[in-house]
DNA sequence: GGGCTTTATTGTCAACCTGACGATAACTAT
DNA sequence: ATAGTTATCGTCAGGTTGACAATAAAGCCC
């Protein structure tokens, strides 16, 4: 390694696209900046890394703090790096961007940071709104990610709470790959799935239409005696490809 | 964004995991500290990032530094971000690692820096040596991303050279998923599989046994007229699961 | 050359998975 | 009760996979 002379170093900051599903539409979580550079654009939440801090770490705690949520749900991971150089006009500035995969929550506007925070419908974030920094590739490489991601894990169920019925899981698959599926074929490819579903015994009740079975997502951590826990859906789930 | 204060700043490496296959066994290149810390200890090769650079510019060029290869064959992408926390004695480092995947190409002693840079077989590089830093989990997860990549997309080629037989690519499969697959059925989906290999229409001579037809990955950026080149295979190439 | 060994390639077949879609079941609304 | 709506179960043809037989085409040894 070449380290004769002393390194530069960079900020670092962390950024978040936080996805859910609202009434069938995959949302992402927008900041209005109120402050320049992009002041009065849109950004994804995010900020400095602290000293000594992990990244996941310091993605949850920018995230908590700019929502106002203290424990926040869903499944959080890093996507990648941007920078340092040519993405912010105030010089080098690396971001390490994060994925949240989250069941809807309401973004409480308590602390200052907050007041501006809200879900936007992410076709709409995409095609018209006015996004800072480098986040609108951020955002079409996060789309990317969740969009496999599904396909090869449980993660879909994020979206939906503790309990859910496959109609609400086959919305989540339909708003995240912005296709339609067949309820029958997915019903049998969910519900067959091995270490996926979890029934609860319990039922809808109240809605339009036949109750529902109501599912829970399989425990990696506790798995159930003799059945063989998947972190990993095997065969997938495919997205249909043109 | 708590941009009050002045942000903490970093200094910022790039790692770079490089794979490669020799006799169907895969390797990892592998460099002896010859300073401190962790004086010899095997490491990454890698090095900090200058300003203004982008981090996969930064990983190419730090690898060719450190083994002497001016044009860097192969498939080198971004696979993730460690630190800057708890992971270097001097103090808060961030590291961005890489993952390339290369034919095997002779590591060229020429400089300073490359007079101990070498190939590793992995499972010895896992099991018995002694590597620097959070050298053995990044390692741990680019091995996972090469066993996954090769199933989805067709950059297992690209530990070949540029013409090669079905067999050599089953090999590569073999060595980095650490699995033995049938030749029957491997031929079958390799050369089956749209937007996947190319007929050269040459064979290989000399060698024992029959002669086999030589191959070439097809160029997703020169796509065939009428057939659909595609960067991702489908269906997959998948692994065998227990 | 003739037989043997080795590797490549083509087939065969049953099990499984998928997409398309019919048929019921169990609710709510009128 | 009747209609509308959603959930769930079945059926069926076509594609894919894993296991494995059979053939092809070279080199090797005598």
Redesign the pocket.
Known sequence: MSETSAPARFPVTVDVVALTVVNDRLNVLLITRLIEPFRGSLALPGGFVLPGEDLVGAAARELAEETGVARMPGHLEQLGSYGPGGRDPRGDVLTVAHLLLAPNFPVLAAGSDAEHAGWYPVDQALESLDLAFDHRQILVDALERAKSKIEYSPLAAVFCGEEF????L?GVYEAVWGTR?????????A???AGFLEDTGR????????????FRLVDAARPAPGQPTRAVLN????R?RP
């Open positions: 019925t496959v109609a609400q086959r599926l067949d309820p029958r074929n997915f019903h049998r490819k519900t067959g799935t039922m809808t009740t109240g809605d339009t239409g036949r109750p529902a079975a109501l065969p997938p789930l495919m249909p």
